[in-house]
């Protein structure tokens, strides 16, 4: 890349930044304490559009379907389940550390593995360093009562398949999904809420008989496609990456790594694994469940094979930020807005009284306000400074519409629906708002 095409892709990086700071999407984690590092806040509107997110997955892979089924799972498990899957023994990254201002880094991030990126002085020896935050759990520290954050939530779901089968008897295929928060002692968290150590993840587990792994790896693919398109990031900017066996994890036959461009290059945005049935053997062995599963019709018990579709959840936020960022002129004047598609947008419409001193308009705003708040939810009101001010205000934000009540409202009950993106305004009855926004 060129250098002042980088320097442009790192300015709409500090551009996207700032706004989640300003507008109340990010924050520094502590940050009145001089922040921590891998840690940020959502704020306000940050939060909101987290939940549209994962709610909108949920809707679309557990909800509008039959065969998934949710589960939410501790956070802290038995350590035998990280040490049967793997986790305990193998779950680290390449440490190395500078010798001259001991900064750390990983490894297999560095172009020049003996050279510090920051002071040019010496790195020292690779090692392996495990991403796994340890904690005791109840009043005892010792060997006994060693637990981890989980780092993925995936074996939650696998230490409820059994659960699952006999609580709701489902017939194969079908799949576990789970929202929730994983923690990795990352070695160097960076570029915003990209790399944290604690983020959250959306999982599902999709559970057949071996035979059929390439048609369900193929039908995750196009499903996670899907997803894509629903959340506005069918683009172009998303590119799939056939990772090399070398470069799988230890449980994974197949590997496609979905890759976002984001302004500090392309990176890993999703993942989908053909996980073979590493892990519900691995289980059952070491736990003595039996988690196979029987077959009606050919009277045959086998332990399923399993593909994982793993979705990060900050990672789409950021995504679908640095996607949603736009600059254009409207009307002779510069503006920043942000293009999410409706489903995600954290507000969905603003109402304003055309003046704020004129009782009359505030009072039928506020009617309009809360009917359309009562169908919409994600509703503003806003009466401070004038109507450009305000509609740039909300254009920052994202808010796909705002409605202006003005005199001829009280006169013929119309209202002046304008819109976000191109800026045009329509003159529509109130009773047909609802029907023009959706
Ligand atoms: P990376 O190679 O970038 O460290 P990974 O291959 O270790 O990622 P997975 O173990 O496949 O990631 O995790 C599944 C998903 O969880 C990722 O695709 C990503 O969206 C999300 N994720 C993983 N690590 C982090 C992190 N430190 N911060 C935010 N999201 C993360």
């Known amino acids: 890349m060129k250098k002042a095409e980088k320097k442009a892709e790192n300015n709409l990086m500090e551009k996207v930044v700032s706004l989640c700071k300003r507008r109340g999407f990010v924050f520094q984690g502590s940050e009145i304490y001089g922040g921590m590092a891998g840690s940020f806040d959502y704020g306000p509107l940050g939060v909101t559009l987290k939940n549209n997110i994962k709610n909108l997955w949920w809707k ?40 001259k201002c001991k900064r750390r880094f990983r490894a297999d991030h560095l172009e020049d593995k003996k050279k510090c990126p920051e002071c040019e002085g010496e790195l020292g020896a690779e090692r392996q360093f495990n991403m796994m935050f340890k904690t005791h759990v109840g009043a005892t520290e010792d060997d006994t009562s060693v637990s981890y954050l989980r780092p993925e939530t995936a074996q939650g779901i696998f230490v409820n398949f059994k659960n699952v089968l006999d609580s709701l008897h489902p017939k194969l295929p079908f799949g576990i999904a789970q929202i929730g928060k994983a923690f990795r002692n990352e070695i160097a968290p960076r570029d915003f809420v990209f790399r944290t150590r604690e983020f959250e993840q959306m999982e599902i587990e999709y559970f057949f008989h071996k035979k059929d792994w390439e048609e369900q790896f193929e039908y995750w693919r196009k499903q996670m496609h899907e997803w894509l398109k629903l959340i506005g990031l069918a683009g172009g900017n998303v590119s799939e990456l056939e990772v090399a066996p070398a470069d799988r994890a230890h449980y994974s036959k197949r590997t496609i790594d979905f890759e976002y461009e984001f302004p500090f290059g392309k990176k890993e945005l999703y993942g989908l694994a053909y996980r073979t049935d590493f892990d519900l053997s691995k289980h059952s062995s070491e736990s003595d469940a039996d988690l196979s599963y029987f077959e009606e019709e050919t009277k045959t018990r086998f332990t399923p ?30 503006r920043t807005y942000l293009k999410f598609p409706l489903n995600i947008a954290p507000v969905k419409i603003a109402v304003f009284p055309l003046l704020k001193n004129k009782p009359e308009l505030v009072e039928k705003a506020r009617t ?70 959706i």
Not at 393 to 413: A, H, K, M, S
Request: contains cysteine.
């Open 305 to 334: 094979h399993v593909i994982e579709p793993s979705f990060g959840v900050d990672r789409t936020f950021l995504a679908v930020l640095c996607e949603a960022y736009t600059e254009d002129e409207l009307g002779g004047e510069s």
């Open 60 to 99: 679309m892979f557990v909800e509008n379907r039959t065969d998934v089924y949710g589960v939410d799972a501790a956070l802290l498990m038995n350590s035998k389940v990280w040490e049967a899957s793997g986790h305990v023994s193998g779950f680290s990254d390449p440490l190395v550390e500078c010798k």
């Open 368 to 437: 309009i306000f809360a009917e359309l708040k009562a169908t919409f939810g994600a509703v503003v009101f806003d009466d401070n400074g004038n109507i450009g001010k305000r509609y740039r205000r909300q254009d920052e934000i994202g808010t796909p519409y705002c409605v202006t009540i003005d005199f001829d409202t009280l006169e013929d009950n119309t209202v002046t629906i304008r819109n976000r993106n191109t800026g045009e305004q329509e003159r529509v009855r109130v009773s047909e708002i609802a029907k023009k926004i």
